[in-house]
């Protein structure tokens, strides 16, 4: 064990706003899979580790798997399914400190947050390096959207050239974001950074992938559209797993279709646009994260820092999550504009009475994945 004191929040990025949801309580058995940090620990040999359905048994039959239980952990009770497992699961905090003293064996890291912690040994990692794999829920099957952009159905319907112009800078922000993941740590990291500026450009990088790749591995040509095929996924294991106190919500949920929460319109028009050129009809809007500023989000800081939104005649004000309010009821209240959350959680929201519809998917991927130590699923 390689005990440290963690000075970074290892926050679940869906986590404290993620609207109130109770949780009930496939396809790759392939390789680990472990990428190189610099100024880590020297690799470990990967040629005797389990497979990653021999590594699941393992770890749910030891009762070591864990996940926030915060709205992200569909995934996980997907995941267990398909092997034929009980899907229940340990209640992880928001370090890795569990992970580090193996009371959890399996357990949950977004790519870009957690499992960078778990790798790297800058200011608040564990350094772990090579000596550790995780298992991709992309390649599993068992898949979930992440950050969408999201507003009212109401707004969308007064101010439809607001919605197309913002959607057009941001893109172009999140464009930039892309191509440069550097440049916009450095400018999410100057707007007042919730983590060190070495897990900013990090969280950067495995951002920029989450953006330009999709669940099958595909590069994305056409940055925030929304891909039906992987909604479809999303809202199917949701309502599988998905379980709400309320029995009219919970019968509203089952009910939904992709046409009730989303709309592909405004996207097509901000993307379709040659010049950029839009009537708004709101000139200062809002949007609101789903947590502290860092490089989940870094899109909209590159769009306000490179003058994107002034382009298009907005002022837009960066709201961050992590406040009283979540992101849908934000919203849906009209405290703010435009959010950021999962299809899930504003499918949930819509469900429970909320008028919100999804106008872009940022995240073309899931970010999550369950982060092993090699030495603790050794093939027999």
Same mark, same amino acid.
């Not at 109770?22 to 990428?35: F, H, P, V």
């Not at 929304?226 to 294991?237: G, N, P, R």
């Not at 592909?264 to 709101?282: H, L, Q």
């Not at 999550?321 to 950021?340: C, H, K, L, P, R």
């Given at each position: 064990?390689?005990?440290?004191?963690?000075?970074?929040?290892?926050?679940?990025?869906?986590?404290?706003?993620?609207?109130?949801?109770?949780?009930?309580?496939?396809?790759?058995?392939?390789?680990?899979?472990?990428?190189?940090?610099?100024?880590?620990?020297?690799?470990?040999?990967?040629?005797? !580790?389990?497979?990653?359905?021999?590594?699941?048994?393992?770890?749910?039959?030891?009762?070591?798997?864990?996940?926030?239980?915060?709205?992200?952990?569909?995934? #996980?009770?997907? &995941?267990?399914?398909?092997?034929?497992?009980?899907?229940?699961?340990?209640?992880?905090?928001? +370090?890795?400190?569990?992970?580090?003293?193996?009371?959890?064996?399996?357990?949950?890291?977004?790519?870009?947050?957690?499992?960078?912690?778990?790798?790297?040994?800058?200011?608040?990692? *564990?350094?772990?390096?090579?000596?550790?794999?995780?298992?991709?829920?992309?390649?599993?099957?068992?898949?979930? &959207?992440?950050?969408?952009?999201?507003?009212?159905?109401?707004?969308?319907?007064?101010?439809?050239? +607001?919605?197309?112009?913002?959607?057009?800078?941001?893109?172009?922000?999140?464009?930039?974001?892309?191509?440069?993941?550097?440049?916009?740590?450095?400018? !999410?990291?100057?707007?007042?950074?919730?983590?060190?500026?070495?897990?900013?450009?990090?969280?950067?990088?495995?951002?920029?992938?989450?953006?330009?790749?999709?669940?099958?591995?595909?590069?994305?040509?056409?940055?925030?559209? #929304?891909?039906?095929?992987?909604?479809?996924? +999303?809202?199917? #294991?949701?309502?599988?797993?998905?379980?709400?106190?309320?029995?009219?919500?919970?019968?509203?949920?089952?009910?939904? +279709?992709?046409?009730?929460?989303?709309?592909?319109?405004?996207?097509?028009?901000?993307?379709?646009?040659?010049?950029?050129?839009?009537? !708004?009809?709101?000139?200062?809007?809002?949007?609101?994260?789903?947590?502290?500023?860092?490089?989940?989000?870094?899109?909209?800081?590159?769009?306000?820092?490179?003058?994107?939104?002034?382009?298009?005649?907005?002022?837009?004000?960066?709201?961050?999550?992590?406040?009283? #309010?979540?992101?849908?009821?934000?919203?849906?209240?009209?405290?703010?504009?435009?959010? !950021?959350?999962?299809?899930?959680?504003?499918?949930?929201?819509?469900?429970?009475?909320?008028?919100?519809?999804?106008?872009?998917?940022? *995240?073309?991927?899931?970010?999550?994945?369950?982060? *092993?130590? *090699?030495?603790?699923?050794?093939?027999?």
């Amino acid at each position: 064990m390689k005990k440290r004191t963690l000075k970074l929040m290892s926050m679940s990025l869906a986590a404290v706003m993620t609207f109130a949801m109770m949780a009930g309580c496939g396809s790759s058995s392939g390789e680990a899979k472990s990428d190189t940090p610099a100024g880590t620990q020297s690799a470990a040999d990967t040629s005797a !580790v389990m497979s990653n359905e021999e590594i699941i048994k393992k770890a749910a039959g030891e009762g070591k798997v864990s996940n926030w239980g915060i709205g992200n952990e569909y995934e #996980i009770l997907a &995941l267990l399914a398909k092997y034929g497992l009980p899907t229940e699961y340990l209640s992880e905090d928001f +370090t890795m400190d569990a992970f580090d003293d193996d009371s959890s064996t399996l357990a949950s890291a977004m790519t870009y947050n957690e499992l960078g912690l778990v790798k790297n040994d800058y200011d608040g990692g *564990y350094g772990y390096g090579d000596t550790v794999g995780y298992i991709d829920m992309n390649d599993e099957g068992v898949a979930m &959207l992440e950050d969408n952009i999201f507003c009212k159905k109401s707004f969308a319907a007064e101010n439809p050239e +607001t919605v197309k112009a913002f959607l057009y800078a941001s893109l172009k922000g999140w464009e930039y974001a892309v191509a440069n993941p550097e440049e916009a740590a450095q400018i !999410v990291y100057e707007a007042g950074s919730s983590v060190s500026q070495d897990h900013q450009s990090y969280m950067a990088s495995e951002v920029a992938k989450l953006v330009s790749t999709d669940m099958n591995g595909n590069t994305v040509t056409e940055v925030g559209k #929304i891909d039906d095929e992987a909604m479809q996924q +999303t809202l199917d #294991i949701a309502k599988q797993y998905v379980t709400l106190d309320d029995s009219a919500a919970q019968d509203a949920f089952s009910k939904l +279709t992709l046409d009730d929460i989303r709309d592909t319109s405004f996207y097509e028009a901000a993307a379709g646009s040659s010049d950029g050129k839009f009537n !708004v009809e709101k000139s200062e809007v809002s949007i609101q994260l789903k947590w502290l500023p860092q490089a989940q989000f870094m899109g909209y800081y590159v769009a306000d820092a490179k003058g994107y939104y002034d382009e298009v005649g907005l002022k837009v004000n960066i709201v961050s999550g992590g406040g009283d #309010i979540s992101e849908t009821t934000a919203v849906n209240n009209g405290t703010v504009d435009f959010g !950021v959350t999962w299809p899930t959680n504003m499918a949930v929201a819509d469900a429970g009475g909320m008028d919100l519809v999804e106008v872009a998917q940022i *995240y073309q991927r899931s970010g999550m994945t369950l982060v *092993y130590k *090699y030495d603790n699923f050794k093939a027999e």
